[in-house]
């Protein structure tokens, strides 16, 4: 069974669990960057495609010198 951030927020709070130390609620992926992608793998989440293909864009950047 997988839970949304938001269904997950609203079963801590009915069970009366204690929120996780250093913020009051997970922040929203930011879905479509990097970052995004980012925080998919911290939450061991599978990426969704727009996640996915902003790290891609990311990577052959990196590889190809992209702006610097």
């Known amino acids: 069974m997988t839970l949304t951030d938001a269904e997950l927020d609203n079963l801590i709070k009915a069970i009366g669990l204690k929120r996780p130390r250093g913020g009051s609620q997970r922040k929203p992926i930011a879905h479509g960057t990097f970052r995004g ?32």
């Open 37 to 68: 992608a980012r925080q998919h793998y911290y939450r061991k989440e599978p990426l969704c495609e727009a996640c996915r293909q902003a790290e891609r864009d990311y990577q052959k950047q990196r590889r190809t010198g992209g702006a610097r």
